[in-house]
């Protein structure tokens, strides 16, 4: 059995020799991207000989900075996020953006939820804006590009771009590029680069005293859980699924356990952890609530249970899980956060865009879950 770490050196090692180069427009060169990424179109084809999910790294990995002179400043009003509110990764970043008090500063704009052909030239399918504000509740038109697609974005930051158009994108509108597509690194920013326009700047969800930790947790929970949902549900073969379901399930029984002692997953304080844990908890069983279409606006309510029906999670659900599913509520109900899961569009785009894994996109009923349901994690005090 590797250990963590020699389980993820070997994964780099693969990553970087399935490396290739692809050429990058004026406006990412003039940013200093990098011209070697790993091509792939969707995470659908992600799967290896093996018939496992093997995620590629993000492409564009710059920075924004505190420091004015840097090449990508923290100015209000300059970076947007793209973000789709079916992704748990974007998720995630719009989490940050709340927490911190950010929106008034960076703009998000979310896709359809479901995947439809980019082009008319190729069979691609991914993100979508709607043509009109009103044609998909949540989903607005590009307001900067005008692109029809995420990969109309990437198109922009980089020609002949033929990896995974991905979101979130954190845009920057004067260079008209992607600054950063990798959501865990999105997050840190967030976090500390814009504390001079940010309304909560005291807050910091990476602090220096727990990093040991949250850093453990994260790497645990990245694998496992996070893209350990995704191994099982786009296994190709019976192996590769039994393997992910079984380290999900350890996982997730570890964190049950930690769980048990503490309010959150590295100690009695909100981490960048937790966030990064609740974003596929939230998605795991059904639910049944409010929720918002757009931050900080009020829709419909919704039935679903992606990772444990669609992935196929099903060895115990989430609320069988009782710190788990307590912990998830208590997360949900800080203020904020509610307004960043979106479960419409979690519904629609999970059942509606796989159809290797759900070709008549029917969407299955589950029993009423209210998150906004009362918790017991204050026993563990406030
Ligand atoms: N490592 C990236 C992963 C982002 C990602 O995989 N996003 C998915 C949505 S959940 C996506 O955009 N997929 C497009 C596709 O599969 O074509 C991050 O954390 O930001």
């Given at each position: 059995?590797?250990?963590?770490?020699?389980?993820?050196?070997?994964?780099?090692?693969?990553?970087?020799?399935?490396?290739?180069?692809?050429?990058?427009?004026?406006?990412?060169?003039?940013?200093?991207?990098?011209?070697?990424?790993?091509?792939?179109?969707?995470?659908?084809?992600?799967?290896?000989?093996?018939?496992?999910?093997?995620?590629?790294?993000?492409?564009?990995?710059?920075?924004?900075?505190?420091?004015?002179?840097?090449?990508?400043?923290?100015?209000?009003?300059?970076?947007?996020?793209?973000?789709?509110?079916?992704?748990?990764?974007?998720?995630?970043?719009?989490?940050?953006?709340?927490?911190?008090?950010?929106?008034?500063?960076?703009?998000?704009?979310?896709?359809?939820?479901?995947?439809?052909r980019t082009k008319?030239?190729?069979?691609h399918l991914g993100?979508i804006?709607?043509?009109?504000?009103?044609?998909?509740?949540?989903?607005?038109?590009?307001?900067?590009?005008?692109?029809?697609s995420?990969r109309?974005?990437?198109?922009?930051?980089?020609?002949?771009?033929?990896?995974?158009?991905?979101?979130?994108?954190?845009?920057?509108?004067?260079?008209?590029?992607?600054?950063?597509?990798?959501?865990?690194?999105?997050?840190?920013?967030?976090?500390?680069?814009?504390?001079?326009?940010?309304?909560?700047?005291?807050?910091?969800?990476?602090?220096?005293?727990?990093?040991?930790?949250?850093?453990?947790?994260?790497?645990?929970?990245?694998?496992?859980?996070?893209?350990?949902?995704?191994?099982?549900?786009?296994?190709?073969?019976?192996?590769?699924?039994?393997?992910?379901?079984?380290?999900?399930?350890?996982?997730?029984?570890?964190?049950?356990?930690?769980?048990?002692?503490?309010?959150?997953?590295?100690?009695?304080?909100?981490?960048?952890?937790?966030?990064?844990?609740?974003?596929?908890?939230?998605?795991?069983?059904?639910?049944?609530?409010?929720?918002?279409?757009?931050?900080?606006?009020?829709?419909?309510?919704?039935?679903?249970?992606?990772?444990?029906?669609?992935?196929?999670?099903?060895?115990?659900?989430?609320?069988?899980?009782?710190?788990?599913?307590?912990?998830?509520?208590?997360?949900?109900?800080?203020?904020?956060?509610?307004?960043?899961?979106?479960?419409?569009?979690?519904?629609?785009?999970?059942?509606?865009?796989?159809?290797?894994?759900?070709?008549?996109?029917?969407?299955?009923?589950?029993?009423?879950?209210?998150?906004?349901?009362?918790?017991?994690?204050?026993?563990?005090?406030?």
């Open positions: 059995m590797p250990t963590l770490a020699t389980s993820s050196s070997l994964l780099l090692t693969r990553r970087l020799l399935a490396a290739r180069t692809f050429p990058t427009s004026s406006a990412a060169a003039a940013a200093g991207y990098s011209t070697t990424v790993k091509m792939a179109r969707s995470a659908l084809d992600e799967v290896t000989d093996t018939g496992a999910f093997d995620r590629s790294p993000s492409t564009f990995r710059s920075s924004v900075s505190s420091d004015a002179s840097a090449r990508f400043p923290a100015v209000p009003g300059r970076y947007h996020l793209y973000v789709s509110y079916a992704c748990p990764w974007a998720s995630r970043c719009l989490a940050f953006l709340k927490l911190k008090g950010l929106d008034h500063a960076i703009g998000v704009t979310a896709v359809k939820p479901i995947f439809e008319e030239t190729d069979d993100w804006f709607p043509a009109t504000a009103d044609e998909e509740p949540g989903a607005e038109p590009d307001p900067f590009n005008g692109a029809k995420v109309e974005l990437y198109e922009i930051a980089s020609t002949n771009y033929a990896g995974k158009p991905t979101v979130p994108v954190l845009w920057d509108k004067q260079l008209k590029t992607v600054v950063n597509n990798e959501s865990s690194e999105i997050i840190r920013m967030l976090n500390t680069e814009f504390n001079d326009i940010a309304g909560n700047p005291g807050l910091d969800l990476y602090p220096v005293h727990l990093r040991a930790s949250i850093d453990e947790i994260n790497e645990l929970v990245y694998d496992a859980i996070n893209n350990g949902v995704y191994k099982c549900g786009f296994a190709k073969k019976q192996g590769p699924y039994d393997e992910a379901v079984t380290r999900l399930y350890e996982a997730l029984d570890k964190c049950e356990q930690i769980l048990g002692k503490q309010r959150y997953i590295c100690g009695n304080q909100l981490t960048e952890a937790d966030i990064r844990l609740f974003v596929t908890l939230i998605r795991f069983d059904e639910f049944l609530s409010s929720t918002s279409s757009k931050i900080g606006e009020v829709c419909t309510t919704s039935l679903m249970h992606v990772y444990a029906v669609h992935f196929k999670c099903n060895k115990k659900l989430l609320r069988e899980h009782p710190n788990l599913f307590n912990y998830t509520k208590d997360i949900y109900q800080i203020p904020g956060i509610s307004s960043t899961v979106n479960m419409e569009h979690i519904r629609k785009h999970y059942y509606g865009s796989h159809p290797s894994i759900n070709p008549y996109r029917i969407i299955p009923v589950g029993p009423n879950i209210d998150y906004n349901a009362p918790n017991d994690r204050e026993r563990f005090g406030s």
